[in-house]
């Protein structure tokens, strides 16, 4: 079946030929796989031996397309990404979408097509999912709701309770990417700089550390909406425990830092869609970033700081001229400054 | 990266914070205020509080727009906003501060279509873009951001274009010097001078500090080399007995400001005779409105601007704060009913205020 029609319209929700059309016509030939080709009301999955995974997330990014990625990518690598650091690699994945009547079809198939591209590169099958369709003025163009269901690594054993004093804050690599390439892809703020979001899936950094390290990795987060900085607070809520980072080993490209310093944002609490915060034992701390930047797309990651034990649990900078301060969690949304 | 990292430099900040150490006397207490809501910010991000000797205290002055702005003025611009013609523009700073009916931004959740702009000529192209609505720019600023205001208005002139308005709440920095200054509860032995301000009226307007207070005032860039020098510049001066305006930031700040800023913003605005500051009261010849040539785009003389009155709330000490007699966390709400969540006082919203920073930076 071919989806010829130009625009989204309510009936592509209704549930009739439209729909069909929609479904048939442009889902299926791009998702394609022995699940979702067989249109029943649920995929059904063989459990394999171990632990599972199990994720949700929605995506309502806007513009819809930005330097660096789009909604569709996001939606799939923000998922597996979810997995991938709570140490599981995923099985299969589900996605609905909320289409606002009068989108163009063409911006759905670009998305779909992203999407198809981003599931193929992590290995995972969008093995169901459905479309619901809002009149128009209602949604930002497209919302993406994605569910990844994952089987944890043999080696993984992540929690808050792992955490110890004396354990290593390791992040992935450069930061802010993502946040500031939104910011500015909204066209809102009249500024020009080459960003582009770092959006890409976790699963084989996250894995290589699994396989290598798996015991001595104690906690895994990436570092979206609110930055390293909120990460790290919840981290710090959720163990009791102060953690200290070195200002200076906080990989930032220069634009991006050029960008946040003119607009007044701290970049540690712009979001990332590609990097992670992993919390590893003293002594493997090393061999842990030895493994990561042998790993393509890891080749910043860095040491970051130190857990330790203290009367209050926050989260403190130390500058390279040895001033500190608290690095609070992010309130509200990043807002430029001015004056 | 240029200009930034050769002012963050370990080493240099090693030295300049040395020099601190020998020049501040043991003996005595020094309490320096900085009037800038961006050396605020600074000096708790990079915490250069915790590098100075103990007896040198650091005194977050009425420099921040958004903190001195009464509440009375953001009920006024969210009134305007409620029109449904009206799109309502605002620099990021305004967002989240709260008018005695909720934010900027909490007008936007209830269907207000409020829009931040980084700069003026951005919510004039909205102007153009948008010929069948009505553009409000929600202008606050110190001079800083008043020469952008008026260069905004004159080529709003130009170009004829009839659906823009600018609610002016610019105001002046001398006037606040002055009243902190004039406010019996105040004893203060320096001054750090304001970098943004300082760049459009230059250093020539603190002169009256140093003549009439015998208080050194040291114009500062913001990073935290250029604080630190600039702290060294005062207590030098201190120990030498003397007092004068010094221009540590001369990379960027002319000795007679930027002529070409002043003369925009005197073909645009006037004088007004009082305004009001919030915590400070009201102070006669403190702010910018807009002159009777460029009234079809003062949102005072067009629009219907009610001309709200709010009291602040009672238990709030901002005043106090503002005029460093009292620190953040002395006041009765700091952290408890007020903190950057859910501000009470303008001083916990900006990112510049001085509350904000404290609760935000300190590390106690």
């Known amino acids: 079946m071919e989806f010829y029609d130009k625009r989204i319209a309510m009936a592509h929700g209704a549930g009739g030929e439209a729909t069909r059309r929609l479904v048939e016509g442009l889902f299926q030939p791009a998702f394609s796989n022995p699940q979702l080709d067989s249109l029943s009301d649920a995929a059904i999955i063989e459990p394999p031996a171990g632990r599972l ?23 799939v690598n923000g998922t597996v990404n979810d997995l991938a650091v709570s140490g599981a690699r995923p099985l299969a994945m589900t996605a ?9 079809a063409e911006a759905l198939r670009w998305e779909v097509e992203a999407m198809a591209k981003a599931a193929r590169q ?3 099958p ?14 930002d163009g497209m919302y993406i709701c994605t569910t990844g269901l994952g089987l944890v690594h043999r080696n993984a054993d992540l929690g808050p309770k792992r955490v110890e004093p004396g354990d290593r804050v390791l992040l992935s690599g450069p930061i802010g990417n993502h946040g500031m390439a939104i910011m500015l892809a909204r066209a809102e703020l009249d500024i020009e700089a080459d960003i582009q979001s770092d959006t890409r899936p976790l699963l084989e950094l996250a894995g290589r550390l699994f396989d290598a390290l798996g015991p001595s990795v104690h906690w895994m987060r990436d570092a979206t909406r609110g930055g390293v900085a909120t990460v790290l607070n919840e981290l710090a809520r959720d163990t009791e425990l102060r953690i200290t980072i070195a200002e200076e080993a906080v990989p930032i490209d220069d634009c991006v830092r050029g960008a946040c310093e003119l607009l007044g944002l701290d970049p540690l609490h712009v979001a990332n869609e590609g990097q992670f915060i992993a919390i590893v034992a003293a002594e493997q701390a090393e061999a842990a970033l030895d493994v990561l930047r042998r790993t393509a797309g890891g080749e910043r990651a860095c040491l970051l700081g130190e857990i330790d034990r203290a009367t209050i649990s926050r989260v403190i900078a130390r500058s390279s001229f040895g001033g500190t301060r608290v690095v609070d969690m992010l309130i509200g949304d990043p807002l430029p400054r001015i004056c | 990266m240029l200009f930034v990292d050769e002012f963050r430099n370990p080493e240099l900040i090693q030295r300049a914070v040395d020099e601190i150490h020998a020049l501040a006397d043991p003996k005595r207490e020094y309490r320096v205020m900085e009037v800038c809501g961006g050396h605020t910010h600074a000096i708790f991000r990079f915490g250069l509080k915790g590098l100075l000797p103990p007896n040198v205290e650091l005194i977050h002055g009425p420099g921040c727009p958004v903190c001195v702005l009464p509440m009375g003025r953001i009920d006024d611009g969210l009134e305007l906003a409620g029109d449904p013609n009206v799109i309502f523009t605002a620099f990021g700073d305004m967002m989240r501060v709260p008018g005695s009916k909720g934010s900027p931004l909490e007008s936007k959740a209830r269907g207000a279509d409020v829009r931040i702009v980084y700069s003026p000529l ?17 202008a606050i600023g110190f001079e800083t951001t008043a020469p952008s205001t008026a260069l905004t208005l004159l080529r709003a002139r130009g170009l004829s274009v009839k659906n823009f308005a600018v609610f002016s709440n610019h105001v002046t920095i001398i006037p606040a010097i002055r009243a902190i200054l004039e406010s019996p509860d105040m004893r203060l032995d320096a001054f750090i001078g304001p970098g943004h301000v300082s760049t459009v009226i230059g250093c020539r307007p603190y002169e009256f500090i140093v003549r009439n207070y015998r208080c050194p005032i040291a114009v500062s860039g913001f990073e935290p080399l250029d604080i630190l020098q600039s702290l060294v510049m ?13 221009n540590q930031y001369n990379r960027v700040v002319p000795w007679e400001g930027n002529l070409a800023a002043l003369r925009a ?8 005779p009082y305004f009001e500051w919030r915590g400070l009261g009201f102070i006669t010849q403190s702010a910018l409105r807009i002159r009777e040539a460029f009234a079809p785009w003062d949102a005072e003389q067009t629009m219907s601007v009610p001309g709200i009155c709010v009291t602040d709330p009672k238990a709030a000490q901002c005043g106090e704060v503002l005029k460093g007699v009292l620190k953040p966390h002395e006041c009765k709400l700091f952290g408890k009913e007020c903190t950057p969540e859910h501000p009470i006082g303008a001083l916990m919203v900006s990112s510049e205020g001085a509350c904000a920073a404290h609760f935000k930076y300190a590390v106690t």
Do not use: Y
């Open chain 1, 53 to 75: 995974a199990m994720t949700s997330d929605s995506f309502v990014v806007q513009p819809i397309r930005f330097p660096g990625g789009s909604i569709g990518e996001l939606a």
């Open chain 1, 96 to 104: 609905t979408f909320v289409l606002e009547a009068g989108l163009s």
């Open chain 1, 126 to 139: 969008i093995v169901g999912g459905d479309t619901k369709v809002v009149e128009h003025g209602k949604a």
């Open chain 2, 122 to 138: 951005d919510a004039l192209k909205i102007a153009q873009q948008n010929p069948d609505r009505q553009v409000v720019f929600f």
């Open chain 2, 234 to 246: 005062v207590l030098r001066q201190l120990r030498d007995g003397v007092a004068k305006v010094e």
């Open chain 2, 265 to 272: 913003m005197a073909e645009v605005f006037e004088v007004r």
């Open chain 1, 122 to 124: 992590a290995g995972v």
